[in-house]
């Protein structure tokens, strides 16, 4: 049997976003359709669900440092202003 990523978060009580971070991290695989779609093995949510409560990692903080770490390595955007303009730090002077 297989799920989305919809149905896979439910049964690992996240969100379908961190399933797919987790998915591109390897855990769950996922199988890709035509359309590009996430398929997961049922045996494999289920395995990861287990894993999960046993280790204590049920909560969503610890899935959000997870994500976190996950995303560090990533470059930020510019914070925008109220205007749609770029904020500078308050230690920089600009022209």
């Known amino acids: 049997m297989s ?8 049964v ?14 390897g855990k769950p695989r996922a199988l890709r359709t035509m359309s590009g779609r996430r398929l997961f093995r049922r ?7 287990e894993e999960r409560s046993r280790q204590g990692n049920t909560s969503k903080v610890a899935l959000a440092g997870r994500k976190r770490s996950m995303l560090s390595g990533m470059p930020r955007l510019p914070k925008k202003g109220r205007h749609g303009n770029d904020v500078r730090d308050e230690g920089t002077r600009g022209p």
């Open 43 to 49: 045996s494999e949510v289920d395995r990861l669900a």
């Open 3 to 10: 799920l989305e990523d919809m149905d896979a978060a439910r």
């Open 12 to 25: 690992l009580d996240i969100s379908p976003e961190t399933v797919r971070g987790l998915s591109n991290a």
